[in-house]
T-cell receptor, first 116, second 112 residues
């Protein structure tokens, strides 16, 4: 089965702390795509990053960084020096190709609360 | 501005009534998707469409129906057969072929 697991249901930190959100995936495919999305209280999902299975380079974008490790089937997301505005639900997602069609399968999400 | 528009943002219906949720995109994307979100459940795929006049069932299609008569539009009908329709519904679109999906702001449906 192809799936994504986000074991952390909720995380609470104090502003300026670093926080890592875990994502573990399962697949037998050699080519696959992983994503992270942010869902603020407004409800709309905001795309953060896409990573394909051939690119294991870590990605940094400002205070956000992603660590992709095929050896452990993980695609973890770290927020450095967290801010209150980072409070949201974060979803890891996996792109599945099935019968010629593509669909995104999501983990259950991690709710991050950053307290002032 | 380019984007995905879902309407209405909030919708209330009486039990036993069908209701249609609107989703329109002007991104010229081929693929469109409908997801349902319940507290603690993440997003579950209802239906998806890769091209006009074609769509596939997702993981929880029972009690829902869709149409894709135009590239820009992918309306979702929640029928009276859906046992527990109260939820947050999200529409998304993508260029297809290994690309990211972009989401609308969602419709919160409450059935009373």
């Amino acid at each position: 089965a192809q799936k994504v697991t986000q074991a952390q249901t909720e995380i609470s930190v104090v502003e300026k702390e670093d926080v890592t959100l875990d994502c573990v995936y399962e697949t037998r495919d050699t080519t696959y795509y992983l994503f992270w999305y942010k869902q603020p209280p407004s409800g709309e999902l905001v795309f953060l990053i896409r990573r394909n299975s051939f690119d294991e380079q870590n990605e940094i974008s400002g205070r956000y960084s992603w660590n992709f490790q095929k050896s452990t089937s993980s695609f973890n997301f770290t927020i450095t020096a967290s801010q209150v505005v980072d409070s949201a639900v974060y979803f890891c997602a996996f792109l599945i190709t099935q019968g010629g069609s593509e669909k995104l399968v999501f983990g259950k999400g991690t709710k991050l609360t950053v307290n002032p | 501005d380019g984007g995905i528009t879902q309407s209405p943002k909030y919708l209330f219906r009486k039990e036993g009534q069908n209701v249609t949720l609107s989703c329109e995109q002007n991104l010229n994307h081929d693929a469109m998707y409908w997801y349902r979100q319940d507290p603690g459940q993440g997003l579950r795929l209802i239906y998806y469409s890769q091209i006009v006049n074609d769509f596939q069932k997702g993981d929880i299609a029972e009690g829902y129906s869709v149409s894709r008569e135009k590239k820009e539009s992918f309306p979702l009908t929640v029928t009276s057969a859906q046992k527990n329709p109260t939820a947050f519904y999200l529409c998304a679109s993508s260029m297809g072929v290994n690309t990211e999906a972009f989401f609308g702001q969602g419709t919160r449906l409450t059935v009373v």
